[in-house]
């Protein structure tokens, strides 16, 4: 019923930028939060970043000051711009939402397929 989209992965060179999309669709009834994790070869799923239905961000020390949540609220939409990427960036980058659907209403996460970000040279 719910499903999250992700793009603007792929291939960027050490110092470059990408884009990352996440749009949420379905029975929505509210969308409590939204944010990024990702998962490296070998490793575990890390949160990213996150942001609440009421604007706050949180952020993994390791990304702050390059990478920035948001979200478009009439397009359940979430963003992740990331800047001055370096090769430890390299994972797989899921989208991640914690909301409420009308029918059934029910409140759970619901999670995307995810996307690789690739940062070499």
């Known amino acids: 019923q719910v499903q999250l989209v992700e793009s603007g992965g792929g291939l960027v060179q050490p110092g470059g930028s990408l884009r990352l999309s996440c749009a949420a669709s379905?029975?929505?009834?509210?969308?409590?939060?939204m944010g990024w994790y990702r998962q490296a070869p070998g490793k575990q799923r890390e949160l990213v970043a996150a942001?609440?239905?009421?604007?706050?961000?949180n952020y993994a020390d390791s990304v702050k000051g390059r990478f920035t949540i948001s979200r478009d609220h009439a397009k359940n939409t979430v963003y992740l711009q990331m800047n001055s990427l370096k090769p430890q960036d390299t994972a797989v980058y899921y989208c991640?939402?914690?909301?409420?659907?009308?029918?059934?209403?029910?409140?759970?996460?619901?999670w995307g397929q995810g996307t690789q970000v690739t940062v070499s040279s």
């Open positions: 942001i609440t239905s009421g604007g706050s961000t």
């Open positions: 379905g029975s929505i009834r509210s969308i409590y939060a």
């Open positions: 991640n939402a914690d909301l409420a659907t009308f029918f059934p209403p029910t409140r759970r996460d619901y």
